[in-house]
């Protein structure tokens, strides 16, 4: 990590303090639900019809959607700040942003 120490806040009051800077990058997956193809099926059913006492087959026929992920690799730039107070030695809360 590179801090920067010339941007300070305070400088020249009674609380001196220094505001540390820092950047780095990550990589992010984003994930998005896409359609790849379709699944046929075919399934035949035998059945007795009751009116004419024969047996019949019947072919019934389906179609179903497969959907698969899409993965995408981003890289995010990540800043993070700190105050340093000089007076009490103790650092302050990160601040962290992330931006593309």
Known sequence: MLYNLFNTKYYFSKDPSVILHSTGSIS??????AHVGWRDEKKIVTSLNKHSGKVEQHEIKSRTPLIG?????????????RKYDISNN??????????E
């Open 28 to 33: 992010a997956i984003k994930e998005t639900p």
């Open 90 to 99: 103790s650092l302050g809360p990160i601040s962290t942003s992330i931006s």
């Open 69 to 81: 992920m899409v993965q995408e690799v981003k890289n995010l730039k990540v800043n993070h700040s």
